[in-house]
T-cell receptor, first 116, second 114 residues
Framework: SAVISQKPSRDICQRGTSLTIQCQVDSQVTMMFWYRQQPGQSLTLIATANQGSEATYESGFVIDKFPISRPNLTFSTLTVSNMSPEDSSIYLC?????????????FGPGTRLTVL | KQEVTQIPAALSVPEGENLVLNCSFTDSAIYNLQWFRQDPGKGLTSLLLIQSSQREQTSGRLNASLDKSSGRSTLYIAASQPGDSATYLCAARTYSGGYQKVTFGTGTKLQVIP
């Protein structure tokens, strides 16, 4: 299993500013994922962050808007840049744990972002 | 492209009832299917994971089944309790272009009334 913490747990930000969200895992993992969950909707994958390489972004998400860092195997950050009210969402960090016969996904508690 | 649908979107039941949540997926070539619980404003908690070679998994009052041929999974909750109130999400894992991809359903919001 994996225990994931995120900071901050919530924030209220002004339009045009940026927020960096931190994700810490209690064990070393190869792949970390950042998801967005807009109000009333399911999860959408923003990007996959592998240590030592550039993050891979999903269609509709770009590095200038959502820069990601992955300095080591237990930590990652996601920055939401030049925010607008449409960026108000819960942002979730996730990791995969590869077992002998299964791959299980674990999630952090999320960061609830409100942009005014 | 995998699409995952959950019906109903919302469900309200009296305490003690047994209930079934449904999850449908369009691409039957899944690697596994995972059920999660999400409390309001919180992250996701993994409940059960079914490998593609399995037909069901059980944990306490929860039982999840998988029928790949029909593209369906169900989550059965026995003797529901108010503490079961949450949104339940299913997620199908497939391989696409050499990479694993997880597609989430839209969720079923469950309310168990005392």
């Amino acid at each position: 299993s994996a225990v994931i913490s995120q900071k901050p747990s919530r924030d209220i930000c002004q339009r045009g500013t940026s927020l960096t969200i931190q994700c810490q895992v209690d064990s070393q993992v190869t792949m970390m994922f950042w998801y967005r969950q807009q109000p009333g909707q399911s999860l959408t994958l923003i990007a996959t962050a592998n240590q030592g390489s550039e993050a891979t972004y999903e269609s509709g998400f770009v590095i200038d808007k959502f820069p990601i860092s992955r300095p080591n195997l237990t930590f990652s950050t996601l920055t939401v840049s030049n925010m607008s009210p449409e960026d108000s969402s819960i942002y979730l960090c996730s990791v995969e744990v590869w077992g002998e016969s299964t791959d299980t996904q674990y999630f952090g508690p999320g960061t609830r972002l409100t942009v005014l | 492209k995998q699409e995952v649908t959950q019906i109903p979107a919302a469900l309200s039941v009296p305490e003690g009832e047994n209930l079934v949540l449904n999850c449908s997926f369009t691409d039957s070539a899944i690697y596994n299917l995972q059920w999660f619980r999400q409390d309001p404003g919180k992250g996701l908690t993994s409940l059960l994971l079914i490998q593609s070679s399995q037909r069901e998994q059980t944990s306490g009052r929860l039982n999840a089944s998988l029928d790949k041929s029909s593209g369906r999974s169900t989550l059965y909750i026995a003797a529901s309790q108010p503490g079961d109130s949450a949104t339940y999400l299913c997620a199908a894992r497939t391989y696409s272009g050499g990479y694993q991809k997880v597609t989430f359903g839209t969720g079923t919001k469950l309310q168990v009334i005392p």
